[in-house]
């Protein structure tokens, strides 16, 4: 299936030879393991890696490239709000489990960045206390 079109800032911009793409090879044996993810994008990844981090022995599989689906077409913009506004949350569940969600979002970047300390790679994480948006509109 196709996940994106048109041209894409990630696979122009992000060279193979900066990421451990290079190390990674198709498959051709017979392997045993705890776990099987199948697809490798952000949120494949990610489930990989919290499964190795509990000593669980894990192989990502996907019959593209590493991130190559609809990873690649993302932003790369982490923000720790979400499609709805907290008024909208708080109308919808209350304000204690509005507050509460966007608590969890918050520690969940605030969980990403921890990882990428631990990286081999540098992933060029910057954290930022707001966000510029420029339109010609």
Known sequence: MNTVNGVLYWPT???PSQTVLEKITPLDDDLECDVVIVGSGESGSLC??????????????DKRN???GSTSAN???LQYTNDKTLNSFINSFGLKKAIRHYQLCV???SG???ITKTLDINSDFIKRNSLYFASNL
Not at 48 to 61: K, M, P
């Open 13 to 15: 911009t992000f060279s």
């Open 75 to 77: 932003t790369g913009l």
């Open 66 to 68: 590493i991130a190559d």
């Open 107 to 109: 520690e969940a970047v």
């Open 48 to 61: 990989a890696y919290f499964l190795s981090q509990t000593g669980a022995s894990v192989i990502l599989l």
């Open 112 to 114: 990403l960045e921890q």
